[in-house]
């Protein structure tokens, strides 16, 4: 498995557009790359996936670069509820059984008012 | 929409005692997973299910068992319980139907059993 490397704490203001960057060198060529989002005591929510160049759905994008050796999570206009911990995975998504998933050293996003 | 539902919600157990945690998938979902946060820590990865069959085996204790009955609910059994073993569990569900270019990693999770062990 890709070993994943983020920042293990950020700060932002309500409004603010944040970016989190997930650093994963090791990337193999059929991983996926796909963010979670935990609130405290509540379970991982699924926010996003991809594979290469840019992805954008009705809560956040993805920019990969060509390389996949990084990726970054951009959450447009964050509120007081986005506080709350980010996690960058990868790994194979091509499974016929389903893919367990290896959560490690999100990130943990503060927005103030 | 329907979710998945775990039950119970919080359980107090002595040291050495046994507990079973149980989990229903949303409807239609083919697969299983069980995971287990610690205080303060990332969510860990334990086992999982595909067609009542397991199908990944992660970082779960001898004293732990699991099965997926042909309902496709699940149950983590949990013998000889010790101190460490106080943890948030999460059950989650995936469609291998549904999935999409844009969706193979993604795992429905549970509002999580709170298990504390006396």
């Known amino acids: 498995l890709a070993k994943t490397t983020q920042p293990i704490s950020m700060d932002s203001y309500e409004g603010q557009e944040v970016n989190i960057t997930c650093s994963h060198n090791?990337?193999?060529?059929?991983?996926?790359i796909t963010w979670y989002q935990q609130f405290p005591s509540q379970g991982p929510r699924f926010i996003i996936q991809?594979?290469?160049t840019k992805v954008t759905n009705e809560v956040a994008s993805l920019f990969i670069p060509a390389d996949r050796k990084s990726s970054t999570l951009s959450l447009p206009r964050v509120s007081l509820s986005d506080t709350a911990v980010y996690y960058c995975l990868v790994g194979s998504g091509i499974n016929n059984a389903g893919n367990m998933l290896t959560f490690g050293g999100g990130t943990r996003l503060m927005v103030k008012p | 929409a329907a979710g998945v539902i775990q039950s119970p919600r919080h359980l107090i157990k002595e040291k050495r005692e046994t507990a079973t945690l149980k989990c229903y998938p949303i409807p239609r979902h083919d697969t299983v997973y069980w995971y287990q946060q610690g205080p303060g820590q990332d969510p860990q990865f334990l086992i999982s299910f595909y067609e009542k069959m397991q199908s990944d085996k992660g970082s779960i204790p001898d004293r732990f068992s699991a099965q997926q009955f042909s309902d496709y609910h699940s149950e983590l059994n949990m013998s000889s319980l010790e101190l460490g073993d106080s943890a948030l569990y999460f059950c989650?569900?995936?469609?291998?139907?549904?999935?999409?270019?844009?969706?193979?990693?993604?795992?429905?999770f549970g509002p999580g059993t709170r298990l504390t062990v006396l």
């Open positions: 989650a569900s995936s469609s291998t139907a549904d999935r999409t270019a844009s969706s193979y990693n993604e795992q429905f």
């Open positions: 090791n990337i193999a060529t059929n991983d996926y």
């Open positions: 991809g594979y290469k």
